[in-house]
């Protein structure tokens, strides 16, 4: 593993090693035991979209692992003006140890490892968001205590979420279905990559026939960062019935669990009862943000 582009790219045994050592991370860190993996190397940021947990988690992660961490906002940069990126990615090369990047175009996130010379971890593109599911799927074994058996639904949008989620769920052996309406599927390369899967994967546009027997819903906004001027549009089509409530979990496992990236839009995508009634599903996810990154991290740049 060189870097981490996309989650399609890491096997399920690539995807368990990460998970592991974000594990043994997680214990260390909380019983004050110091684990300086990553000392004297530096992370460049760079973020084209707002953030509150990548950045934040990815800084903190590179301090506690003894390394620094620098935020590159493309409104500072040159990058944001216009510097192309196999320039800017032959420039930090010399500079860091790795670069992760939010950004919008996946080609970006490939062009930049495919210039520079050091490890790249895409932080979100309008593609996948890997990041984030290597800590979901790590929350879902913390709360469930393996994969096998268990079936996950998404509900609403095809956006990067959407894509990561699938590969991810299903790369773990698990069940998955989505319900999205027509013509907001996720994106072709996924539903490609589900025919690696069969019998494991269906698409629907009714959340009730997704919903059935799952074991862990997941959802997402209806309208990401870059998609604002198609906010109204898509809450016509999402709204009354890409939502995760009660009425629909009624259909799941009674111990369903409930995951969601944030930021989330209560009472749009999820209502405020299922999302405070499962909080604690979602803090510890958005928590282990930090321990999955870290691992990633160490595998990346050790
Ligand atoms: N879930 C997530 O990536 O959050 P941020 O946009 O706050 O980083
Ligand atoms: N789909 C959302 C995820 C945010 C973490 C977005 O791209 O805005």
């Not at 988690?57 to 196999?86: C, H, K, N, T």
């Not at 994969?147 to 769920?169: H, P, R, T």
Request: hydrophobic share 40%.
């Amino acid at each position: 593993m060189k870097h981490l582009l996309t989650l399609e790219q890491l096997s399920k045994d690539e995807i368990l090693e990460i998970l592991n050592l974000a594990d043994q991370l997680k214990f260390q860190k909380k019983n004050g035991i110091e684990h300086h993996l990553l000392k004297g190397k530096t992370l460049g940021m760079i973020f084209q979209k707002s953030s509150t947990r990548t950045r934040v988690s990815f800084e903190v992660g590179m301090y506690e692992l003894g390394g620094q961490a620098l935020f590159l906002s493309s409104r500072d940069l040159q990058i944001g003006r216009g510097e192309p990126v196999q320039d800017t990615a032959r420039v930090l090369s010399r500079y860091l140890d790795g670069i992760m990047i939010r950004t919008f175009a996946q080609q970006e996130v490939e062009d930049l490892a495919k210039y520079g010379s050091i490890p790249v971890i895409n932080a979100l593109t309008d593609y996948c968001h890997p990041c984030q599911v290597l800590a979901d799927l790590m929350t879902i074994r913390e709360f469930k205590g393996a994969f096998e058996g268990l079936k996950c639904v998404y509900i609403g949008d095809g956006n990067n979420m959407a894509n990561s989620i699938i590969v991810g769920c299903l790369r773990l052996g698990m069940k998955m279905a989505i319900a999205c309406p027509k013509g907001y599927e996720p994106d072709p390369h996924i539903l490609e990559f589900t025919k690696n899967y069969p019998g494991m994967f269906e698409m629907t546009s009714d959340p009730f026939v997704a919903a059935k027997d799952a074991d862990v819903f997941f959802t997402d906004v209806w309208a990401s960062m870059g998609q604002e001027g198609e906010a109204l549009e898509r809450k016509k089509v999402f709204e009354g019935i890409y939502q995760i409530n009660s009425k629909l979990m009624s259909v799941a496992h009674s111990d369903a669990m409930v995951l969601h990236c944030l930021p989330a839009h209560r009472e749009e995508e999820i209502t405020n009862e299922v999302f405070e009634a499962h909080a604690a599903e979602i803090f510890e996810e958005a928590e282990n943000r930090l321990h999955a990154q870290k691992a990633v991290m160490v595998k990346l740049m050790a």
